[in-house]
């Protein structure tokens, strides 16, 4: 927490996607983001800009924004920082939830009982915009300017953003990105987000996790190693705990049915709640466990429901959890304590560990459920039968609440492998045998992807949860065929969506990924939304025209492009393309090395990269040979070099 990245905007994996599929995503170093110490957080950015009136820190889930809060604040009251802030006004915004209607007025109250108004000079601080219990509404939020209106705190908390309330005041916001993505971009004057752990963090963090016996956090920095998105997981800090103690707990008990350390997310949390029971609890008190868990599952399931990750008192009792939570206890393990001086809160120890335990709720009840869990007391038409449920839990994810149930949904059909059912013997009810179900609802998610026209996020969580599942031969295979260039004649749908998984996680993708000879305009397409995640993108030999560079091109223009090396070699490429290729490289910042050799690129082509390449400065290599741009083309690509210190070969 010693920096924040300074941002421009959201991506559009930070609003579309789950907070751990952007993790999965953000494999790859973020060099090209300027830093922006904490002293320098509020402070004008040159000598001629303003100070921020409204800042907003975006982070995931666990990445440490409130414990960022609270430094700020110590920092502060110690005179260490901005000294000339007179007054700091820091509020959860999870207390908010506890009142239908409050005024301005009384929301200063409640983050500083002396003042009733900020005074002059003060900074507000609105921590957790997502643990308001209802979205922001910019569109059709009642506008007020009265600070003693009594309003919905959501619609309270649009007019202070606006500016119709507080306007004096400096605010300073902190949210997860779904929830920010809600505040027009207009409103914010600027944008930071939480680093997270760093490489040598992750290995400083495990040692000290894991000190006994000497070799084991060594042992699981090289199973991270093996695999990137476990070690991109591993940013955060309580999954990277999470990630620790599973790993250390099953090392340290050495289970012979385990030769490698696991990789799927529902085996890691199926050990970490074991570990989190205790191995002597757990083989004496099965009966005990079994209850806290469904306790602990009703109240996360309940809360994933609606939208909530902090819960209160009576929350937990409606659950079976009686209050106060013994020091020690099972519940104390799982649920966290959120004081304030005006209410108590819980939430669990990180949303993963709630959408977990959802799962292993939902996994139980489905079994005897007569009607739709996800109606939440309501009536619907009957569902008899688990893959019934399990079917309404995929169709829910794929159209309905996709990012809220995206981890959800991997977990549950974790639940359903064998392996992970053998690890929770004693903490799941259940009389029959494990995998019994695993078989046909691999066979159900591979239909769903067989049908699928364009490769979507939702398409690729299904592959990870055929992978939770268990199934792990069509990967591998595809995997295989990718790294050894045969995978001509096989690109169905349901490869394109198993190849797309493998461009966002596989380590041989982040170093190179060769679709040579395997690609047509239809499949390009499919998988278009995912080659955006490549850094090393080989397209040759595929018989490309110029309608395909219209496709390649919004990828070099979207948020999320991390591509660096771009070969399109030997295809069929003109003026046109060549043309719509430039001028997304005006507005792309990765691609450094661009190779178009033996295509059919002329002069007029040749002028518009000459044009490219006045303003770009990324691009270090670009291959032309083989084409026919003429001496009126060179011409052109001479008088660009005179401008452009970038290039280094051609």
């Not at 007020?144 to 306007?167: A, F, V």
């Not at 990789?263 to 199926?270: A, V």
């Not at 002329?602 to 006045?614: D, N, T």
Request: aromatic share 8%; net charge neutral; hydrophobic share 40%.
């Amino acid at each position: 927490l010693e920096y924040l990245w300074l941002i421009d905007s959201l991506t559009d994996a930070q609003v579309q996607d789950h907070d751990i599929v952007q993790l999965e995503l953000r494999q790859r170093e973020r060099t090209s983001l300027r830093k922006l110490p904490l002293e320098k957080l509020l402070m004008p950015l040159s000598r001629v800009s303003m100070p921020p009136r409204i800042t907003l820190t975006v982070g995931v889930a666990g990445a440490g924004k409130t414990t960022l809060v609270r430094l700020f604040v110590e920092k502060w009251a110690r005179k260490e920082l901005y000294t000339d802030i007179t007054c700091v006004l820091a509020l959860g915004l999870w207390e908010l939830n506890m009142y239908d209607r409050l005024s301005a007025e009384r929301l200063v109250h409640l983050a500083h009982p002396c003042y009733s108004a900020p005074p002059p000079g003060a900074l507000l601080i609105l921590d957790g915009l997502d643990e308001l219990r209802a979205p922001l509404d910019f569109l059709d939020s009642v506008a007020c300017t009265d600070p003693q209106r009594e309003l919905l705190p959501e619609c309270l908390i649009t007019n202070i953003i606006w500016g119709n309330l507080l306007p004096d005041s400096s605010v300073w916001v902190t949210s997860r990105t779904g929830a920010a993505s809600r505040i027009p971009g207009g409103l914010v004057d600027r944008m930071t987000e939480i680093s997270g752990l760093g490489t040598v963090e992750i290995k400083q963090f495990l040692e000290q996790l894991l000190p006994h016996p000497k070799g084991t956090a060594e042992k699981v920095w090289s199973h991270l190693q093996c695999h990137l998105t476990l070690q991109a997981l591993c940013s955060v800090p309580p999954l990277c705990h999470i990630l620790g103690v599973s790993f250390g707990f099953l090392l340290h008990n050495q289970d012979p049915s385990y030769q490698f350390l696991p990789r799927t997310l529902s085996t890691i949390f199926s050990w970490f709640l074991k570990a989190q029971l205790g191995e002597k609890e757990c083989s004496e008190s099965s009966g005990s466990n079994r209850k806290t868990v469904g306790n602990l599952g009703k109240l996360a399931f309940q809360g994933l429901l609606r939208g909530r990750s902090v819960f209160f008192d009576s929350d937990l009792k409606s659950s079976g959890i009686d209050t106060p939570l013994p020091a020690g206890s099972a519940y104390a393990r799982f649920l966290m304590y959120q004081n304030s001086h005006t209410c108590t809160g819980y939430s669990f120890f990180h949303l993963s560990t709630q959408e977990f335990l959802a799962a292993t709720y939902y996994y139980q009840a489905a079994k005897r459920a007569i009607f739709d869990l996800f109606a939440d007391g309501g009536m619907t038409w009957p569902k008899l039968g688990f893959l019934n449920h399990y079917k309404n839990a995929v169709q829910r994810t794929l159209h309905g609440e996709g990012i809220q149930l995206t981890i959800f949904l991997r977990f549950l059909s974790g639940l359903l492998s064998p392996q992970v059912l053998r690890v929770l013997a004693v903490c799941l009810p259940g009389k029959e045998e494990p995998g019994g179900y695993h078989v046909p609802a691999a066979d159900y998610l591979q239909n769903i992807l067989g049908a699928e026209r364009i490769v979507s996020s939702g398409a690729v969580n299904l592959v990870c949860c055929l992978l939770e599942l268990g199934h792990t031969e069509l990967t591998s295979a595809i995997e295989e065929a990718l790294k050894n260039g045969t995978l001509r004649g096989k690109m169905s749908q349901l490869v394109c969506c198993v190849l797309s998984y493998l461009l966002r996680t596989s380590n041989s993708c982040a170093q190179e990924v060769n679709l040579s000879q395997c690609l047509s305009y239809n499949l390009v397409q499919s998988l278009l939304s995912q080659l955006q995640y490549c850094t090393n993108l080989r397209m040759e030999n595929n018989n490309f025209q110029d309608e395909v560079m219209e496709l390649l091109a919004s990828i070099l223009r979207a948020k999320d492009c991390v591509i660096h090396t771009f070969s399109l070699a030997e295809n069929r490429v003109g003026n046109r393309g060549v043309k719509v290729l430039g001028r997304a490289l005006v507005v792309n910042y990765t691609l450094a090395v661009l190779d178009l050799h033996s295509n059919k690129i002329g002069p007029s082509g040749a002028m518009a990269l000459a044009e490219v390449l006045q303003s770009n400065q990324v691009l270090h290599s670009l291959n032309l040979q083989n084409n026919q741009i003429k001496t009126e083309g060179v011409t052109c690509l001479a008088q660009s070099l005179l401008v452009n210190c970038k290039l280094r070969a051609l």
